[in-house]
């Protein structure tokens, strides 16, 4: 399986809201840089990120709008949406029934065993702050 298929079937798994699923693809080592967000390091601590955003925003949807890779290394552009009324999330905001409108970039790094050890995920944090109401 190529890095591009990883990571396809990861970004597949994540919409169908199977998050056991998408910590399959993950090395139990990885470390996950969310900008504006935080830095994840480990399967666990990746898994429990993404189990509170799918309770936040449980019509949450990524729509991948471009893969490019080379060698073990895939970008992927995408568009987050989704509303947040669902659970806290982030530090405990709860919920404001505010539109998810995000726009992101992932740089993903699969080794030869085909798990994700490494993604930087560069979005706009301040976007992210407005419309889940946290900022004006």
Same mark, same amino acid.
């Given at each position: 399986?190529?890095? @591009?298929?990883?990571?396809?079937?990861?970004?597949?798994?994540?919409?169908?809201?199977?998050?056991?699923?998408?910590?399959?693809?993950?090395?139990?080592?990885?470390?996950?840089?969310?900008?504006?967000?935080?830095?994840?390091?480990? %399967? @666990?601590?990746?898994?429990?990120?993404?189990?509170?955003?799918? @309770?936040?925003?449980?019509?949450?949807?990524?729509?991948?709008?471009?893969?490019?890779?080379?060698?073990?290394?895939?970008?992927?552009?995408? %568009?987050?949406?989704?509303?947040?009324?669902?659970?806290?999330?982030?530090?405990?905001?709860?919920?404001?029934?505010?539109?998810?409108?995000? %726009?992101?970039?992932?740089?993903?790094?699969?080794?030869?065993?085909? @798990?994700?050890?490494?993604?930087?995920?560069?979005?706009?944090?301040?976007?992210?702050?407005?419309?889940?109401?946290?900022?004006?």
């Amino acid at each position: 399986m190529s890095a @591009k298929d990883v990571v396809t079937s990861y970004f597949e798994a994540l919409n169908r809201h199977d998050v056991d699923a998408a910590a399959d693809h993950l090395d139990p080592e990885v470390v996950e840089e969310i900008t504006g967000v935080g830095l994840f390091r480990g %399967r @666990k601590e990746v898994h429990r990120f993404f189990d509170g955003l799918m @309770k936040a925003a449980p019509d949450m949807h990524v729509t991948t709008e471009r893969l490019i890779g080379e060698g073990d290394t895939v970008v992927a552009q995408w %568009r987050m949406s989704g509303a947040f009324t669902g659970g806290p999330l982030f530090n405990g905001v709860q919920a404001t029934g505010g539109r998810l409108e995000l %726009r992101g970039c992932d740089v993903i790094e699969v080794n030869e065993a085909g @798990k994700i050890v490494s993604n930087t995920a560069y979005q706009d944090g301040i976007e992210m702050a407005r419309t889940l109401g946290m900022m004006p």
